[in-house]
C-alpha cells in the first residue's frame, strides 16, 4: 500500500472527508482557462475583430446548390440580380476623402501641403491630367516630408555631438582613424592599441580647457 500523503480539499459540510486532491483541482482550473482561451481566440477569429460575424450575401455561391432540384426560378433570378449589381459603374469606385483613415502625421502634413496644392492645381490642371496631378502631388510631399527629416538628422549629428560637457545628451558618433589596408598589406597592418583608460572616452583626454598644465 502506497503511503505518501496527498493533500486533499475538505468540504465543509464533510469534515475529515477527502474529496478531490488539491493538484487536480489546479489542473482542472488550469485546463478551463486554457480551453475558455482557445474559445475566445476562436471566436475573434471568427468576427476578425468586430461585434458580428462576417456574412456572405451572395445567394447561392456554390454549385451544388444551385444544380439541386430546389433551385427555383425565384432563386435563379436572385442570383442574375446579384451577378448585375456587381458590375461598376463609370463613376464608381467613389473616393470619398471624409471615410479614409488616416493617422495622425499624415493628417498633419496634408494639411499644409493641401493648402499649397489648391493654389497649384490652378495653373496646372490645364497642363496635366488628373491622375498625373495625384501622383505629382503625392511624391512631392513625401519627398519634401523625406528631406526635412534627414536635414534634422544630420543637423542632430554634425551640431549636437554627444561628448563628456553634455552629459548624456546628445548623439554618440564614431570616427575610425585606421589607414586602408590591401589583402598584400596584411603583413605590415599595426592594429591601433589603446590603454585600459579610454573606455567611453567622450573626448574627454583631447579636451581644451581645464587641463591644469
Known sequence: MDDRKTDYIKSPHEEGKPTVPESELEYIKHVEKRLYYEELMKRHDVKRGGETKPMNIEP???????????????DRAARKQWLQDQVLSE?????VPEATRVNF??????????ALFKVLDVPLKPLFGEKSRMIGYSVTQK????VFISWIVLYQVKYN?????????????????????MPGD???????EKPKDDFYDLGFKSRKLFRND
Open 60 to 74: 447561392f455561391p456554390f454549385d451544388r446548390i444551385r444544380l439541386s432540384g430546389n433551385y427555383t426560378d425565384a
Open 91 to 95: 463613376r464608381e469606385p467613389v473616393f
Open 105 to 114: 502625421f499624415r493628417r498633419m502634413y496634408r494639411g499644409a501641403f493641401g
Open 143 to 146: 519627398v519634401i516630408v523625406s
Open 161 to 181: 555631438e554627444k561628448g563628456w560637457t553634455s552629459g548624456e545628451s546628445g548623439i554618440r558618433t564614431f570616427s575610425l582613424h585606421r589607414p586602408t589596408v
Open 186 to 192: 596584411i603583413a605590415t597592418y599595426n592594429p591601433i
